[in-house]
């Protein structure tokens, strides 16, 4: 501390575990609360089922956490709800879009194309099933998913097993005429809601090679996908277990819900049952059944084998990526929903924007780069975590939700501990 020159009392310190802090924070949470700053709702957030907790960004940057993994990915074909005249000349108009993780596709809701990125139609034939089919794909990466030796060949001449599939190029769009295009569902096991499958804009969209330049978007699973269907009111995939709670297809154990675990009026009205029972139960990851292996068939590979059978995959195989995992258990994460509670720093962004302007930064460069740049893309600050150390959030709500009270001190706990007895013995001598 000395050599690194903090000014700081060393005397007089601060430290967490103290009370006396912790009644700070609770006076500090109160009014961030009577603002009404201050609330509940969900993220996504790196959680290993196998810990039965979410990790921080600190415990996954750990060493040895992210490693090369070879799992089974596949290029999904969405068809296209209305689709356009030029769409429709050569068998079934599709979207194409890569996924690492299969397992997510029972949950997707949207697709993500760039919203300035040159997209192509292409008339081709599925290498599978041998069916004629039109795919929309990023005009850049059209000759990495397309033989370029069977560009111009005539698709009349095709027959399947033909080792050079013939294609040709018969349109162009941009990523922003694209959007709003409805597709149908890919696996229509459980009905999400009004709102869902349609072609939506995203920035972090990428046409990195191995890619489609459309990004299939599942919000319970993924950052950006729950950030961007938000932003265009595209609903979760969400199921209703047998307690009431709203919940992602996979539970906190890493595998589909069973069907006994979800409540029945949910299940008559939203699942086909014969289709998702037969999947239900099944881990996401191996690494999570103690009763398998690696060299056990995973799920991902079912699904795939599944969207073959039913001219749904345009490709299949498997991939080298970096995946983490958690330090505890050695075992692969997911990126999973999580009840938070979040102040609402994004309603004073632009006061803290203006008031980092007055500030004479040295140098100058910290406040208008690396603290302003941060400022600028700011989040709500997600502050509870599922852990048993730490300040406890002084907030008191009933079972259903409809009465809240949030301690601001010791004293105030301690004057409505007092009325919840005399409360509890009124109500035992009326």
């Not at 290498?127 to 990466?141: F, M, R």
């Not at 009111?233 to 819900?257: A, E, Q």
Request: overall charge negative; some cysteine; glycine content about 6%.
């Amino acid at each position: 501390t000395h050599r690194m020159g903090y000014w700081v009392d060393m005397k007089n310190p601060y430290i967490t575990y103290d009370n006396r802090y912790i009644e700070t924070l609770w006076w500090l949470l109160k009014q961030l609360y009577n603002k009404n700053y201050l609330y509940k709702g969900y993220t996504i957030q790196p959680y290993s089922p196998a810990a039965g907790t979410g990790l921080s960004s600190h415990e996954l940057n750990q060493p040895g956490c992210y490693r090369d993994v070879k799992d089974t990915t596949c290029i999904a074909q969405f068809k296209i709800k209305n689709p356009r005249t030029e769409m429709t000349a050569f068998g079934e108009p599709y979207f194409l879009a890569w996924t690492t993780t299969p397992w997510t596709l029972p949950s997707n809701t949207a697709l993500c194309v760039g919203p300035n990125i040159d997209y192509n139609l292409v008339q081709s034939y599925n290498p599978y099933t041998g069916v004629p089919i039109s795919v929309i794909v990023a005009k850049v990466l059209v000759r990495t998913l397309f033989n370029p030796k069977a560009e111009g060949l005539s698709l009349e001449d095709y027959k399947p097993g033909d080792k050079l599939i013939p294609w040709k190029v018969v349109a162009e769009y941009k990523g922003n005429d694209l959007a709003g295009m409805e597709y149908e569902q890919l696996l229509p096991w459980v009905n999400p809601g009004e709102g869902a499958f349609r072609v939506i804009t995203g920035d972090f969209v990428t046409t990195e090679e191995g890619t489609t330049g459309i990004v299939h978007i599942a919000p319970t699973f993924g950052a950006d996908d729950d950030r961007v269907a938000k932003a265009n009111g595209i609903p979760p995939l969400m199921m209703l277990d047998k307690d009431g709670n709203r919940r992602p297809m996979v539970d906190m154990t890493g595998k589909f819900y069973l069907i006994e675990d979800l409540e029945p009026d949910f299940v008559k009205q939203n699942i086909d049952v014969a289709a998702y029972g037969e999947y239900a139960g099944r881990y996401v990851k191996n690494a999570y059944d103690a009763a398998l292996t690696a060299d056990d068939a995973t799920l991902d590979i079912d699904i795939c084998v599944l969207l073959k059978q039913t001219n749904k995959v345009f490709k299949i195989e498997k991939h080298v990526h970096s995946y983490p995992h958690c330090w505890r258990t050695d075992k692969p994460v997911l990126y999973y929903p999580l009840d938070s509670w979040f102040i609402r720093t994004t309603a004073c962004r632009d006061r803290m924007i203006e008031l980092n302007n007055t500030i004479n930064w040295k140098p100058q460069s910290t406040g208008s780069g690396r603290f302003g740049k941060w400022l600028e893309n700011l989040q709500d600050w997600n502050l509870s975590r599922s852990r048993y150390w730490g300040t406890p959030l002084p907030i008191w709500r009933t079972e259903d939700g409809s009465e809240e009270i949030c301690i601001g001190s010791v004293e105030e706990l301690y004057n409505e501990i007092e009325k919840s007895i005399t409360a509890g013995l009124m109500n035992e001598n009326p």
